[in-house]
């Protein structure tokens, strides 16, 4: 079964700090995915996507995140986190199995200490 | 801007009672989705729609029922809630064919006592 994975599920870093969060799924045919960031007491909104071309995709506040097709991985990146990206991020893939669907992976908690 | 707005945002119900959620987006977008947000299960699809009056079980559709009789509007149906059922709501709208990004309302917390 298709499925999405990010390994943190909690993270504390401080400002300043560099950010990494792990996204992996399970599926070899075609995808687009995305992460979306929720903000404390927001909706959840999208930061950023990627469907083809550059694996290299850069998105809204400073936030990258690189498709690497041979390990199956979206990893969010950002170079410098702020107080203000204190949030839950949640990887998507949304894949063709007979209609398009997308899988959200289980969130992961970022707080940054100011 | 799109907007997707759900009736409530906190709603305490009892066992046993029936509850609507309501959904409503202004985009005109034809697919809609009812999540529901557990910690640590991330976001899991109840049901979702890509048309008026046609509907699709996600994922966990066991306990939901769902109704679509105008293009905006997309509703949950929790036939006899359960306490199992406490939990964040997320209603969510995509274009049919153009990206797949979807739109999310503010979620809806439901208590179940």
């Known amino acids: 079964a298709q499925s999405v994975s990010q390994h943190n599920h909690h993270v504390i870093l401080s400002e300043a700090a560099s950010l990494e969060l792990g996204c992996n799924y399970s599926y070899g045919g075609t995808v687009n995915l995305f992460w979306y960031v929720q903000y404390p007491g927001q909706h959840l909104q999208l930061l950023l996507k990627?469907?083809?071309?550059?694996?290299l995709v850069k998105g809204i506040k400073g936030f990258e995140a690189e498709f690497i097709k041979s390990k199956f991985s979206f990893n969010l990146r950002k170079p410098s986190v702020q107080w203000s990206d204190t949030a839950e991020y949640f990887c998507a893939v949304n894949l063709y199995t007979g209609g398009f669907k997308t899988i959200f992976g289980a969130g992961t908690r970022l707080f940054v200490k100011a | 801007d799109v907007k997707v707005t759900q009736s409530s945002r906190y709603l305490v119900k009892r066992t046993g009672e029936k509850v609507f959620l309501e959904c409503v987006q202004d985009?005109?977008?034809?697919?809609m989705f009812w999540y529901r947000q557990d910690p640590g299960l991330g976001l899991r699809l109840i049901y979702f729609?890509?048309?008026?009056?046609?509907?699709e079980k996600g994922d966990i559709p066991e306990g939901y029922s769902v109704s679509r009789e105008k293009k905006e509007r997309f509703s949950l149906i929790l036939e006899s809630a359960s306490t199992n059922q406490t939990s964040m709501y997320l209603c969510a709208s995509s274009h049919r064919d153009k990206d797949y990004e979807q739109y999310f309302g503010p979620g809806t917390r439901l208590t179940v006592t």
């Open positions: 990627y469907f083809s071309g550059d694996p």
């Open positions: 985009m005109d977008h034809e697919n």
């Open positions: 729609s890509y048309d008026v009056k046609m509907k």
